[in-house]
């Protein structure tokens, strides 16, 4: 077995400078939640470990009307957070059904999306919500909006020298509601979710945002539902329209957790219920 | 490559030496012959290796052993104080709340995790915070019992306290 190494960062710039040096020998490691399962049925051999728990990532807060989260914030702490319940609270419930409370207690938000699994929580309510991950290197900081992040399935944009260090959720306006299937109601993968944002004007929808969860190789907006609804007054029928007409946007796979067929017909259901929950019915 | 890694058990400083992919559950295990986490799944899905990392509850199966460098680590043998058990024990023991007793120091620590946070839970309450330990014998009505009955008995204490007066 080849001899990996283990580094513990305490500053910022000790973990820049190793992954500007070995970026693509180094696994950065959180809550480890997502690597120690491979770690343990040898499926992963790092080369190197990054630790980056004491780097000071873990935080909640309001930052002139937009909400910060660092990217090595637990699960447990944005689910029990006020100002994310407050500012964003379909990323707080996304973040509450997630695992299960020792799990919660250690996996991070970054993690999550890092890992950029296809069932993954944490991008469908941030989709929906436009927000924007800050990417630090060496070479200095870009602000990448989250639509752009993921490439596919286990592969976003983040270069081998760049470590994700914030999520940043602009002001948020409209009206929002999350719904998560899995096999059970707690403690189980997501099978599908509906992350949907609507803001209002003059009884009309002005902006809709319809987001699908493990329903294709990322998280993806339903552009076409969201059309059916822009412009329009919402009534349940049209949450219907607009939920057939996701469906056909979706791609979802078979997997050991569900089929396609039963994705396509559970993903109408919950996206026609968090319109119709977005709407305060 | 192994390296040092100091932290305290049950109150104990321990030195022991790991490989960065080791997990906290081989070190307690295997290092330090703490055998009251399981293996039951080495995935995050049973938690039947359920421990303490500074006061809060996590699977050690999925815990880098080397990140608990400097932390204080809680097992089901450190719950005894001056050779007794702790109400949760005592009441499993009780109740039987533990039948072929895999998950049980797993369900012991996570209840521990909820009534040192929430001593009043309800049952929806403790539902939520057991909900991450599995249990293949189908003991759960025991252990929500078992918890009850310890949340009952920390109210009654609570209110003897301050005079009757809850």
Redesign the interface.
């Known amino acids: 077995m080849p ?4 580094f ?1 960062a305490t500053e910022l710039r000790e973990a820049l400078r190793l992954l500007a040096e070995r970026g693509d020998q180094i696994t950065v ?1 959180a ?3 997502d ?3 491979q ?3 040898r499926e992963l ?2 080369q ?2 990054l ?1 980056i ?1 004491k780097l000071g990532l873990n935080y909640i807060a309001a930052d002139n009307g937009d909400l910060a989260i660092g990217a090595a914030t637990t699960l447990e702490d944005i689910a029990t957070s006020r100002l994310v319940s407050e500012k964003a609270p379909m990323v707080a419930q996304a973040a509450a059904e997630m ?5 919660r ?2 996996a991070t938000i970054g993690g999550n999306l890092v890992m950029a699994s296809r069932a993954a929580d944490m991008p469908p309510p941030l989709l929906a919500l436009d927000a924007k991950l800050i990417l630090v290197s060496q070479r200095g900081e870009r602000v990448v909006p989250i639509g752009e992040f993921f490439k596919r399935a286990h592969k976003t944009i983040r270069l081998p020298d760049e470590l994700l260090t914030e999520i940043r959720i602009p002001s948020v306006k409209g009206q929002t509601a999350f719904v998560r299937h899995g096999r059970r109601k ?2 189980s993968c997501c099978v599908a979710s509906a992350a949907v944002r609507v803001v209002m004007d003059g009884g009309k929808c002005a902006d809709a945002r319809i987001v699908a969860g493990s329903m294709a190789s990322t998280a993806i907006r339903c552009l076409g539902a969201e059309g059916v609804l822009n412009g329009k007054k919402l009534t349940s029928e049209l949450a219907g329209e607009a939920a057939a007409q996701a469906v056909s946007e979706c791609k979802p796979i078979d997997d050991e957790r569900a089929t396609a067929w039963y994705r396509r017909r559970v993903i109408k259901v919950l996206i026609e219920r968090a319109i119709n929950q977005a709407r305060g019915l | ?1 192994k ?1 040092v890694l100091s932290f305290t058990i049950n109150g104990q400083p321990v030195e022991t030496l790991a ?3 080791a ?1 906290l559950l081989d070190v307690l295990r295997d290092n330090l012959d703490i055998t009251s986490p399981k293996r039951g799944c ?4 049973c ?1 039947g290796c ?1 421990v303490f990392v500074d006061g ?4 050690s ?4 052993a ?2 608990v ?1 400097g932390s204080e680590v809680t097992t089901v043998e450190g719950l005894m104080r001056d050779g007794q058990l702790h109400p949760l024990q005592r009441e499993f023991y009780e109740r039987g709340a533990a039948q072929c007793g895999f998950c049980t120091s797993g369900m012991l620590m ?1 209840a521990k ?1 909820l009534l040192d946070h929430n001593p009043s839970p309800t049952r929806k309450e403790i539902a ?2 057991m ?3 599995l249990c293949r014998c189908g003991g759960y009505i025991q252990v929500m019992e078992a918890i009850e009955a310890v949340a009952g008995r920390q109210r009654e204490v609570k209110a003897e306290d301050s005079g009757g007066r809850e």
Do not use: Q
């Open positions: 001899n990996a190494e283990y513990a490691l809550g480890g939640t690597l120690a399962p770690f343990n049925c051999r790092p190197a470990l630790y728990g695992g299960n409370p020792a799990i207690n250690v707690v403690f | 490559m390296y490989e960065p992919t997990s080495e995935s995050g899905d938690g359920t809060k509850a996590v699977p199966c999925l815990t880098v080397l990140t460098a996570a995790a939520v915070a909900s991450g330990n």
